[in-house]
């Protein structure tokens, strides 16, 4: 099948800092989308970016002009730059990717990564 393993987070201080990587492999035709989710302690799960197949962006309203989301077509790899983090960004950040596999007939999926930690703290 597929698997979407996130690499990057870790402990950063206000104001710094982190790259997350999120590489896609297994029976993958195409993507058609990957982004960023991220889930606090006790808080729902929001998304934080999205990107498509044709290159267009989505962010929350707390990562714009922060944030940003680019990708790797031929690494399968989509990335979230994160700048200026604040206290309020400590979450566990979740990759998503919207996948068509190589079935006959096509088949399209939605998968999700283990997650990667990043905590901002002084």
């Known amino acids: 099948q597929v698997q979407l393993v996130e690499s990057g987070g870790g402990l950063v201080q206000p104001g710094g800092s982190l790259r997350l990587s999120c590489a896609a492999s297994?029976?993958?035709?195409?993507?058609?989308?990957m982004g960023w989710y991220r889930q606090a302690p006790g808080e729902q799960r929001e998304l934080v970016a999205v990107?498509?197949?044709?290159?267009?962006?989505t962010y929350s309203e707390s990562g714009k002009g922060r944030f940003n989301i680019s990708r790797d077509n031929a690494k399968k790899t989509v990335y979230l730059q994160m700048n200026s983090l604040k206290p309020e960004d400590t979450a566990v950040y979740y990759c998503?990717?919207?996948?068509?596999?190589?079935?006959?007939?096509?088949?399209?999926?939605?998968?999700w990564g283990q997650g990667t930690q990043v905590t901002v703290s002084s």
């Open positions: 998503n990717g919207r996948v068509i596999l190589t079935t006959t007939p096509p088949y399209e999926h939605n998968y």
């Open positions: 990107i498509t197949n044709s290159g267009s962006t």
């Open positions: 297994g029976n993958i035709s195409s993507i058609k989308a």
